[in-house]
């Protein structure tokens, strides 16, 4: 069965400070794709990136930075000195490639983060 | 501006009424998916539709259904609401049947009262 678990609902940072949002993912599948998308006071998805499953290489952009491990199922995103634009909610999510001939992609249940001046 | 087009942006009704959301892919992109995003259960699937036929299905009530036009722009289709119809609805495209990446439209939010 294919599931994404974002197990922190709610974060809540000061300016400045590190915060790491977590993602774990279920999939019988052995080729699948990732996502971290981000949802601003707006409402509007907004897309940060995209890894294969064949590509654990670590990414970092700017002050984003995501660090995928198949061997525990996780797809972690960091955002290294928050900003208060930074405040949204951040969603993980899961297009399984194998078993389906579908691009639909599986959400987690998506981490508000909220960071504070 | 990712180039899908929702119509309309706010839509408010009430109970046991029908609605119909549309959305305009990107140029060019045959595949149209539908997400609805509710406080109840989060942001999940509901309807894929490539070159008008059904593609796959998700967890989309038998109230709701779907269909893709031949100039590829889609409906979606909402009657006898309830209270928890209310939700943003999201349309996203994408080139093919499974193309990895998708372009969402900004949504349509629906409140049923």
């Known amino acids: 069965a294919q599931k994404v678990t974002q197990a922190q609902t709610e974060i809540s940072v000061v300016e400045k400070e590190d915060v790491t949002l977590d993602c774990v993912y279920e999939t019988r599948d052995t080729t699948y794709y990732l996502f971290w998308y981000k949802q601003p006071p707006s409402g509007e998805l907004v897309f940060l990136i995209r890894?294969?499953?064949?590509?654990?290489q670590n990414e970092i952009s700017g002050r984003y930075s995501w660090n995928f491990q198949k061997s525990t199922s996780s797809f972690n995103f960091t955002i290294t000195a928050s900003q208060v634009v930074d405040s949204a909610v951040y969603f993980c999510a899961l297009s399984e490639r194998g078993s389906s001939n579908t691009g639909k992609l599986i959400f987690g249940q998506g981490t508000t983060l909220q960071v504070k001046p | 501006d990712s180039g899908v087009t929702q119509t309309p942006k706010h839509l408010i009704t009430a109970t046991g009424q029908r609605v119909t959301l549309r959305c305009s892919p990107r140029?060019?992109?045959?595949?149209v998916y539908w997400y609805q995003q509710s406080l109840d259960q989060g942001l999940q699937f509901l309807i894929q539709y490539y070159n008008g036929e059904e593609r796959a299905k998700g967890n989309i009530l038998e109230r709701f259904s779907a269909q893709q036009f031949p100039d590829l722009h889609s409906e979606l289709n909402l009657s006898s609401l309830e209270l928890g119809d209310s939700a943003l609805y999201f349309c996203a495209s994408s080139k093919g049947v499974d193309s990895v990446e998708q372009f969402f439209g900004p949504g349509t939010r629906l409140t049923v009262l």
């Open positions: 890894r294969n499953s064949f590509d654990e």
């Open positions: 140029s060019g992109d045959l595949s």
